[in-house]
């Protein structure tokens, strides 16, 4: 299938097609026969096309944790090249960056308000945190995105890291080499490192977070004794068929390599894959579709059970990210102090709020705000969180209509000068225990 484009290279209205599977050896193609057929690399491929492999592991791989993608495009990459320049990274930041001077506390920010003047997604990244290394493949970056307009004539790859798109306001379409994903509110979509796409605002101006992962690509985490359902199940999960441009006319590509951007001028859409087949490749997910486990007794479940994708690490149990979803679900265990409790962690923790309301945050956390409990930093539900939970009947209790993410990192983060200077920091939030008031009792058992 081939979506037309109009003048200046936006897309048509046509709704994007997909292939449902997560991490299937898929193929697809906009044109009957552009897809050889038994092989990868022909003498001449049909239509004129050229062949070339997008690698997202070393060649060596073991098969299970291999990934590659052969695509047939009307001109290789090497030919969208150009005299490269350092361009302007704006408000984007990179581990490890060390710009400002946090005390050791709990941080909370309201949402950052759209701007009002023209804006493209690349000109509207801001990094809240760091953490790792990305040329040593490891950790991330948590952003926040704003964009008043769709991208023009401008096309943008991330060679250091996958970029995970969480939406909270407006909608994103991607156009991506492999084909077209729309991603809105309670979606995320993924794109792998090194694949070009253009982000366009269907719908008008948009907001959301991004997680850029230097580690290992984001997959299913495994489901030990839950076993073999419930969780993120790999049907939901929806990759592009073939879309491309065949469009000859002046645009920018710039890269992301290195910490730092890197543009050129090109004369043509590098967005020309006309088929491809393999199993790296982007993809999204709705939220909505995670089944949710937990305690049907007693007590309260690690936040794990929540975990929809991981991004490992070497040392067996500890992620390099964990991205974990809090969607809507029942509460119904007994004589348990149902939100999460008190605790300080190794892990740490950046928190959104998608729509709805946290529950361990009734007060103070809302649609589009952000916070961090980094590594062994206490956190917890603010007072009055505890008084309703502790003195609650405790019946069944459905949550709705909520939606809140957590992105956790075994590396500590660190604030950038950007987010430590926003006037949505929120300046007593740290101090938020201290309104827990004393209730030892020793008289009483």
Same mark, same amino acid.
């Given at each position: 299938?081939?979506?037309?484009?109009?003048?200046?290279?936006?897309?048509?209205?046509?709704?994007?097609?997909?292939?449902?599977?997560?991490?299937?050896?898929?193929?697809?193609?906009?044109?009957?026969?552009?897809?050889?057929?038994?092989?990868?690399?022909?003498?001449?491929?049909?239509?004129?096309?050229?062949?070339?492999?997008?690698?997202?592991?070393?060649?060596?791989?073991?098969?299970?944790?291999?990934?590659?993608?052969?695509?047939?495009?009307?001109?290789?990459?090497?030919?969208?090249?150009?005299?490269?320049?350092?361009?302007?990274?704006?408000?984007?930041?990179?581990?490890?960056?060390?710009?400002?001077?946090? =005390?050791?506390? =709990?941080?909370?920010?309201? =949402?950052?308000?759209?701007?009002?003047?023209?804006?493209?997604?690349?000109?509207?990244?801001?990094?809240?945190?760091?953490?790792?290394?990305?040329?040593?493949?490891?950790?991330?970056?948590?952003?926040?995105?704003?964009?008043?307009?769709?991208?023009?004539?401008?096309?943008?790859?991330?060679?250091?890291?996958?970029?995970?798109?969480?939406?909270?306001?407006?909608?994103?379409?991607?156009?991506?080499?492999?084909?077209?994903?729309?991603?809105?509110?309670?979606?995320?979509?993924?794109?792998?490192?090194?694949?070009?796409?253009?982000?366009?605002?269907?719908?008008?101006?948009?907001?959301?977070?991004?997680?850029?992962?230097?580690?290992?690509?984001?997959?299913? =985490?495994?489901?030990?004794?839950?076993?073999?359902?419930?969780?993120?199940?790999?049907?939901?999960?929806?990759?592009?068929?073939?879309?491309?441009?065949?469009?000859?006319?002046?645009?920018?590509?710039?890269?992301?390599?290195?910490?730092?951007?890197?543009?050129?001028?090109?004369?043509?859409?590098?967005?020309?894959?006309?088929?491809?087949?393999?199993?790296?490749?982007?993809?999204?997910?709705?939220?909505?579709?995670?089944?949710?486990?937990?305690?049907?007794?007693?007590?309260?479940?690690?936040?794990?059970?929540?975990?929809?994708?991981?991004?490992?690490?070497?040392?067996?149990?500890?992620?390099?990210?964990?991205?974990?979803?809090?969607?809507?679900?029942?509460?119904?265990?007994?004589?348990?102090?149902?939100?999460?409790?008190?605790?300080?962690?190794?892990?740490?923790?950046?928190?959104?709020?998608?729509?709805?309301?946290?529950?361990?945050?009734?007060?103070?956390?809302?649609?589009?705000?952000?916070?961090?409990?980094?590594?062994?930093?206490?956190?917890?539900?603010?007072?009055?969180?505890?008084?309703?939970?502790?003195?609650?009947?405790?019946?069944?209790?459905?949550?709705?209509?909520?939606?809140?993410?957590?992105?956790?990192?075994?590396?500590?983060?660190?604030?950038?000068?950007?987010?430590?200077?926003?006037?949505?920091?929120?300046?007593?939030?740290?101090?938020?225990?201290?309104?827990?008031?004393?209730?030892?009792?020793?008289?009483?058992?």
């Amino acid at each position: 299938m081939n979506y037309p484009v109009k003048p200046g290279g936006l897309t048509t209205t046509a709704a994007p097609a997909y292939q449902s599977g997560f991490g299937n050896g898929f193929e697809t193609e906009a044109l009957p026969g552009a897809l050889p057929v038994g092989r990868n690399s022909p003498q001449r491929c049909a239509y004129g096309l050229y062949a070339e492999q997008i690698s997202g592991s070393p060649f060596t791989a073991p098969r299970a944790a291999n990934e590659r993608s052969w695509l047939y495009r009307i001109r290789p990459t090497v030919a969208h090249w150009g005299e490269f320049r350092r361009a302007d990274a704006g408000l984007w930041r990179t581990a490890p960056c060390t710009e400002a001077e946090m =005390p050791p506390a =709990p941080l909370r920010w309201d =949402p950052v308000p759209l701007p009002t003047e023209e804006m493209d997604f690349l000109g509207g990244v801001r990094t809240v945190t760091t953490a790792g290394d990305a040329a040593a493949r490891s950790g991330m970056a948590a952003h926040l995105y704003v964009a008043t307009r769709s991208m023009r004539d401008e096309y943008f790859y991330n060679a250091d890291g996958e970029m995970l798109f969480v939406p909270q306001q407006g909608a994103l379409r991607l156009w991506t080499e492999f084909g077209i994903i729309d991603a809105a509110p309670g979606e995320i979509a993924v794109v792998p490192r090194g694949v070009k796409l253009r982000v366009e605002l269907p719908a008008g101006p948009a907001r959301g977070y991004l997680c850029e992962n230097y580690g290992a690509a984001l997959t299913l =985490p495994e489901r030990g004794p839950i076993g073999a359902n419930c969780l993120a199940n790999p049907r939901d999960f929806l990759t592009p068929v073939a879309a491309y441009e065949d469009r000859e006319a002046p645009s920018r590509l710039v890269v992301k390599w290195g910490g730092a951007m890197w543009a050129a001028e090109i004369g043509q859409s590098p967005l020309d894959v006309v088929a491809w087949h393999g199993n790296y490749a982007p993809y999204k997910y709705d939220l909505r579709r995670f089944s949710p486990v937990g305690p049907l007794l007693f007590d309260h479940a690690d936040p794990s059970i929540y975990t929809t994708l991981t991004s490992g690490s070497e040392t067996p149990g500890t992620a390099n990210i964990d991205f974990v979803v809090f969607p809507d679900r029942w509460a119904v265990a007994e004589d348990t102090f149902r939100p999460p409790w008190y605790h300080m962690n190794v892990m740490s923790e950046f928190m959104g709020l998608i729509y709805g309301q946290y529950d361990a945050k009734p007060q103070g956390f809302v649609p589009g705000g952000f916070s961090l409990h980094n590594a062994m930093l206490p956190h917890g539900p603010d007072a009055e969180a505890f008084e309703a939970a502790s003195n609650a009947e405790l019946k069944p209790h459905k949550l709705e209509g909520t939606m809140a993410f957590m992105l956790e990192t075994r590396f500590p983060q660190q604030v950038t000068a950007w987010a430590a200077g926003l006037p949505q920091l929120q300046r007593d939030y740290g101090s938020y225990g201290s309104r827990l008031r004393k209730r030892f009792d020793p008289s009483r058992p």
